[in-house]
């Protein structure tokens, strides 16, 4: 029996809510889940949480906007109702595949737009005037595209300059000279004004507008140019949200001290938050039913289906001893569209043995299911898929139904109750022991470095 402690599920699992605080021993806290006629979701907390330590369990399967819109309320809800620590504890956590942009070294690619040149611009041009169209970027190099906007603003002044192929350097070179010496008129700077006011020989200079190849703030947006070799495009880069900062920054504000989840899709997720947050695994249960379900695992042969999954595989198949083969994913564009196709290639040698599948997370099964058929046709006798959080949306069961996979391994992060009764490939493995153990340590103050071992 744990004191002082209240413990309130979501709508997301209740199963797994239930599962959690038999092995703690104590009864969920009441609390009213509820939506309004619009839509609206409506938390209502019918405990006393002062001063206690409060766990809130809300997975991210199912709908998964409404599940976090009421996380983040029930646990405002508890943060002003006083609560001594609020913890999220989040099975699956929702938006783990978004944790960052995918940027690479050279950036997000630019619009592809018709274009003569090779050069755009890398970065959003600067802030129009108020009521001044944006600039949409230039094509072609810029130095070319200043030279043409100086040599226009050289032809339009009274005093005409003669054309040469270098206009830009020529205006340059004959603004520094006086007039009467080559026929133009110097520019009205401070240091020139003055030596002339101090000067024993009064030279009257006739000042203008210095010729400038710069835009002011006034002059963001360029003249039309006639006669010229490039035309205007959308130069700006292809920015992607931040989806993965946000979600923290939204757990982080409601007012949660502490969340804790399982496999996630990133680590570096944990890096987005300013609160401890406790990344259990899902590789012990994972480990221990290929020790206890699987026959002669020591024949068998641990595979990631991707290049992403390979440091996890790897650990698996370390502690049993096990080989590990890779399936690596080369994309290249076909002829008919550019859009490219991803070729999956085998790294191992498979032949005649068990080969047992680790993933994270199975939404579409698409890349489960792919690999299946490539170990089958290089000779596996049998294929054993096993994923900590089964999501499996859409298509996914009847993907599975009909792949070459013998057998599906998941967890119930989420829940799995509907999936197999479509589904006979498929097992769950019940992982509310690990959270309610990560969940009494917390609470006491112990260490859960013991729920990060294998053994």
């Known amino acids: 029996m744990v004191r002082n402690i209240i413990v309130f599920g979501g709508t997301s699992h209740p ?4 599962r959690i605080c038999h092995h703690l021993g104590i009864p969920l806290a009441k609390i009213l889940l509820d939506k309004f006629a619009v839509g609206e979701t409506r938390v209502e907390v019918q405990e006393s949480v002062r001063g206690k330590d409060v766990f809130i369990i809300q997975s991210g399967g199912g709908s998964i906007n409404d599940h976090l819109v009421e996380l983040l309320i029930t646990i405002s809800a508890c943060r002003t109702a006083s609560a001594k620590r609020v913890t999220a504890v989040l099975p699956l956590f ?3 595949r978004q944790s960052d942009v995918p940027y690479n070294k050279a950036g997000v690619p630019l619009p592809q737009g018709q274009s003569s040149g090779s050069y755009t611009f890398e970065s959003r041009p600067q802030t129009p005037a108020p009521h ?4 949409q970027g230039l094509s072609g190099n810029t130095d070319t595209v200043v030279r043409k906007l100086a ?13 040469e192929p270098n206009g830009l350097q020529k205006a340059a070179r004959m603004g520094n000279h006086v007039n009467g010496t080559n026929g133009f008129k110097r520019h009205d700077t401070a240091e020139s004004t003055k030596s002339s006011q101090s000067s024993s020989k009064s030279v009257e200079f006739d000042v203008e507008k210095p010729v400038s190849i710069f835009t002011n703030h006034e002059d963001l947006v360029p003249p039309p140019i006639q006669g010229t070799d490039f035309t205007p495009q959308p130069g700006y880069k292809q920015w992607v949200a931040q989806a993965g900062t946000l979600v923290a920054d939204l757990l982080t504000s409601a007012g ?6 399982m496999d996630l899709h990133d680590a570096q997720y944990q890096g987005f938050f300013d609160i401890p947050v406790d990344n259990l695994y899902g590789r012990p249960l994972l480990k221990r039913y290929i020790e206890t379900d699987v026959p002669n695992y020591k024949e068998a042969i641990i595979v990631s289906p991707d290049a992403g999954g390979a440091k996890r595989a790897t650990a698996i198949a370390d502690k049993l001893g096990l080989q590990f083969a890779l399936i690596h994913k080369e994309r290249r564009p076909t002829k008919i569209t550019d859009r490219q196709n991803a070729t999956m290639m085998l790294v191992g040698q498979v032949a005649g ?5 680790v993933d994270d997370l199975a939404d579409t099964s698409n890349t489960i299911t792919r690999a299946a058929k490539l170990l089958k046709k290089e000779g596996a006798t049998k294929v054993i898929a096993l994923l900590t959080h089964g999501v499996l949306s859409g298509d996914a069961i009847a993907r599975i139904n ?3 996979l013998d ?6 992060s989420v829940p799995q109750d509907e999936h197999k009764r479509l589904c006979p490939k498929l097992k769950s493995l019940d992982v509310s022991g690990i959270f309610a153990e990560a969940i009494r340590r917390v609470h006491h103050g112990e260490s859960i470095s013991v729920l990060f071992k294998y053994d």
């Open 15 to 18: 199963e797994l809510n239930e």
């Open 256 to 261: 949660a001290d502490h969340v804790i989840t």
């Open 407 to 412: 057998q599906v391994i998941v967890t119930n």
């Open 151 to 163: 040599r226009v603003k050289l032809e339009e002044s009274p005093t005409s300059i003669s054309k």
């Open 132 to 135: 001044r169209q944006e600039s």
């Open 402 to 404: 009909a792949s070459a």
């Open 353 to 357: 043995k068990t080969a047992i599948l």
């Open 94 to 96: 929702p938006y783990s």
